[in-house]
């Protein structure tokens, strides 16, 4: 049920004490956009003097008598905009009103359910409706950020690590299950990464959450369903053009802020635990890497160091913070770009809607992600009763690894000097079992952060492709025959070099390498850099 709200606007007043003449007036109001007559139309008389008001019959004529002019007349109906002029004569014919549909008309809230669009007052079960005003709220390159915040019963998991399963709707049903939701897309379910899919193509979404949704979509609704709308061209729409862009500026992470044990009461806990013998174990092994505090206190224990000389070395530990190295070294402000263009039209028989995207972010470890979206929707009309749906949609998104960030537990472990040289880190290895192994012709084990961060060159790329058709047949009495197809593929590539300088290539070179009876060394993995590759695809058809 469509509800307006009308307010009317006295745009003229006429205040005249002395009638220059009296007649009859005799008038129509007809709506404008079907020629009919408008009954029930309220029209009055704005003078002070003469404010008379009327109803228009049922065939929408009105009449007032013995008037004096000039006068000033207000039309009105519910539905329908206002109109407001002056007669400053008595018209020689019947006066025709024409009234336009109202612009401010509230549209009539229509729920998606993947299947049909019906009113939100005859939908049963729990939803969620968002339109594209609240979805288009916040600004991101991505559907399920946007949902943050806005939608009652998504969940969303933002802590580190949680990764792409940090969404829920429905809570979480066993310990080990998927927690991920179905994606509908225009009616058939989308078996992509939802984050390829332009926000800006996005006309609204509908969250089902209860098990009503499994009763249209079966078991996989059983983690609630997103459903997504496109935009498409609205009816009687002339051409149009629209462009917008935005820039997203992120701060880096200001590591201080985190709660982290200082430095001097990390390394009392450190010397607690020494004097109750709890690194001998590792110290006897002699590959087993120790902080460099209990390095000081076995090399007192050993007579190797004055109790002086330990305090000292303490006390330098415990003025460094790896917080300040991460905040100076590895972290740098992010930067998100989004542009899109779109044309949308429709004439007597074709309507249209053709829309680019572009995305370019740069996180704050230095990762990049970029994509590029194309869609067409086109409908044709073959007759009054059969029209003809055809769609395109192509995403294709690339993908470089940022910076590692998790270099050490130390509070107080450094990795670059005063003059940004790379300093080792013993995390893996003991630093003396690293100069014995070097010394019997092993790569070097020394793992050195700062290093590592420019050794990475990990890049994705995919490419998504969606074929959307159907044909539509209005039988009259609102009954209509559907036959939709939809083609889906995705491909994805990936390469991960590892080059010989890395930590990485040079720990699996000497992990393998044997030692021979005469010393010799063999390599079951050769000398040179490690080159990773991934592939994976899929093809889903759907007919309805």
């Not at 006295?10 to 009919?36: D, M, P, W």
């Not at 929408?60 to 008037?67: M, R, S, V």
């Not at 509908?184 to 800006?200: H, K, S, T």
């Not at 003025?319 to 263009?341: A, H, P, T």
Request: with cysteine; charged share 20%; aromatic share 10%.
């Amino acid at each position: 049920m469509k509800r307006t709200i009308t307010f009317l606007l006295i745009l003229f007043s006429v205040t005249n004490t002395i009638a220059q003449n009296i007649s009859n007036i005799r008038g129509k109001v007809v709506n404008n956009e079907n020629g009919q007559p408008v009954a029930g139309a309220t029209v009055k008389l704005l003078n002070r003097s003469q404010n008379n008001t009327v109803q228009t019959d049922e065939d929408g004529n009105f009449e007032f008598t013995n008037k004096a002019f000039p006068l000033a007349v207000s039309v009105s109906y519910i539905g329908l905009a206002d109109t407001t002029f002056v007669l400053s004569a008595a018209p020689q014919n019947p006066l025709t009103v024409h009234l336009n549909p109202a612009s401010n008309t509230l549209s009539e809230v229509v729920v998606s359910t993947g299947i049909q669009k019906i009113p939100k007052e005859r939908a049963t079960g729990s939803f969620d409706h968002i339109d594209n005003e609240l979805f288009n709220r916040q600004i991101s390159t991505d559907v399920l950020s946007r949902l943050d915040g806005i939608a009652s019963s998504a969940m969303f998991d933002n802590r580190p690590g949680v990764g792409s399963n940090n969404l829920s709707i429905r809570g979480l049903s066993t310990i080990f299950s998927n927690t991920k939701p179905l994606i509908i897309l225009n009616n058939f379910p989308y078996e992509g990464n939802i984050n390829d899919i332009n926000p800006n193509d996005v006309e609204d979404i509908t969250i089902l959450k209860d098990a009503t949704a499994a009763s249209i979509w079966g078991v996989r609704a059983g983690n609630g369903v997103i459903v997504i709308t496109t935009k498409k061209a609205k009816r009687n729409q002339p051409p149009a053009i629209s462009f917008n862009s935005n820039m997203t500026l992120i701060q880096k992470p200001d590591m201080m802020q985190l709660p982290y044990m200082s430095s001097a009461d990390y390394i009392g806990v450190e010397k607690m635990l020494f004097d109750n013998n709890f690194y001998d174990a590792n110290e006897q092994l002699g590959y087993v890497p120790l902080s460099p505090a209990v390095e000081l206190m076995y090399k007192n224990k050993h007579g190797l160091l004055t109790d002086a000389a330990l305090q000292q070395g303490l006390n330098e530990l415990a003025q460094y913070d790896i917080r300040r190295e991460l905040n100076k070294y590895v972290y740098r402000k992010g930067l998100n770009q989004q542009y899109s263009l779109n044309v949308s039209g429709q004439s007597e028989n074709v309507s249209y809607y053709l829309s680019g995207g572009y995305d370019d972010n740069t996180s704050t470890t230095d990762g990049g992600y970029k994509r590029y979206n194309l869609r067409s929707d086109n409908t044709f009309r073959l007759s009054k009763k059969l029209s003809w749906d055809a769609a395109l949609f192509f995403t294709h998104t690339f993908t470089n690894a940022g910076r590692p960030t998790n270099f050490s537990s130390l509070p107080y472990a450094r990795i670059a000097d005063e003059n940004g040289n790379a300093l080792p880190i013993d995390r893996y290895y003991r630093s003396n079992y690293i100069q014995e192994t070097k010394q019997n012709g092993l790569l070097d084990w020394t793992y050195r952060p700062l290093d590592e961060i420019n050794l990475i060159n990990n890049k994705q790329k995919t490419n998504c492709l969606i074929l959307n058709t159907g044909l539509n047949y209005d039988i009259g009495k609102g009954l209509i025959v559907e036959i939709k197809y939809q083609y889906e593929n995705a491909q994805g590539a990936g390469k991960d070099i590892r080059s010989m300088a890395s930590y990485y290539t040079r720990d699996r070179i000497n992990t393998y390498t044997q030692v021979g009876t005469d010393g010799a060394l063999f390599r079951p993995i050769p000398l040179g850099d490690i080159l990773n590759e991934s592939t994976n695809s899929f093809t889903s058809q759907s007919l309805r």
